[in-house]
């Protein structure tokens, strides 16, 4: 697909994804017993590619508009999810280069990505008096599990996003801007 196609079908696709993300968390959270809530971030390991298509400003807006839903539909309170993704999107963005030199640090990025997301968005909530402080219960019960799963996620998908996003397997065709 084009960098052009991208520009108009990727914000439909991260919007559906950021549904599929509620739905896959909820029926994770329904088949998990005990207090472990694994954290579906679908959005998150395709925001990790899409920073290869598009320009800074336009993942800035991207992330503006999907932390806007995501605060707005699982959240309830704006500002969480709205500083973070674009902060994410502007990391992901600068260390390009070094993310996409193999397939083991895109798997690198997605925990990295996914364990800042969900520590900065508890504590963010916490500071917001919305979220609890404890910290082992955090990593036991949400972290870990959303861990694994967006692991096993980012695995199944990566050869997927490979294609779509027009990366070489070993990636020795990626160019940098």
Same mark, same amino acid.
């Given at each position: 697909m084009?960098?052009?196609?991208?520009q108009f079908?990727?914000p439909i696709?991260?919007?559906?994804?950021?549904l +599929? #993300? !509620?739905?896959?968390?909820?029926v994770?959270? $329904?088949?998990?017993s005990?207090p472990?809530l694994?954290? *579906? $971030?679908? %959005?998150?390991?395709?925001l990790i590619?899409a920073?290869?298509?598009?320009?800074?400003?336009?993942l800035?807006?991207?992330?503006?508009?999907?932390?806007l %839903?995501? #605060?707005?539909?699982?959240? !309830?309170?704006y500002?969480?999810?709205?500083?973070?993704?674009?902060i994410i999107a502007?990391?992901?963005?600068?260390?390009?280069t070094?993310?996409?030199?193999?397939r083991w640090?895109?798997?690198?990025t997605v925990? +990295? %990505?996914?364990a800042?997301?969900?520590?900065? *968005?508890?504590?963010?909530?916490?500071?917001?008096?919305?979220?609890t402080?404890?910290?082992?219960?955090?990593?036991?019960?949400?972290?870990a599990?959303?861990?694994?799963i967006?692991?096993?996620?980012a695995?199944l998908l990566?050869?997927?996003?490979?294609r779509l996003?027009?990366l070489g %397997?070993?990636?020795?065709?990626?160019?940098t801007?």
């Amino acid at each position: 697909m084009s960098r052009f196609s991208l520009q108009f079908i990727e914000p439909i696709m991260l919007f559906l994804l950021l549904l +599929i #993300d !509620g739905q896959l968390t909820q029926v994770l959270g $329904h088949l998990m017993s005990g207090p472990y809530l694994p954290v *579906s $971030h679908l %959005v998150l390991i395709f925001l990790i590619y899409a920073v290869t298509c598009h320009r800074q400003s336009y993942l800035v807006f991207l992330g503006i508009f999907l932390g806007l %839903v995501y #605060d707005a539909y699982f959240i !309830g309170v704006y500002g969480i999810a709205s500083l973070l993704f674009p902060i994410i999107a502007l990391f992901l963005y600068n260390i390009q280069t070094v993310v996409f030199t193999n397939r083991w640090t895109r798997l690198f990025t997605v925990i +990295i %990505v996914v364990a800042a997301f969900e520590v900065l *968005s508890a504590v963010l909530a916490g500071i917001a008096g919305i979220g609890t402080h404890d910290v082992l219960g955090l990593i036991a019960y949400q972290l870990a599990p959303s861990l694994l799963i967006n692991i096993v996620f980012a695995l199944l998908l990566q050869a997927a996003l490979e294609r779509l996003y027009k990366l070489g %397997v070993g990636n020795m065709s990626y160019k940098t801007k």
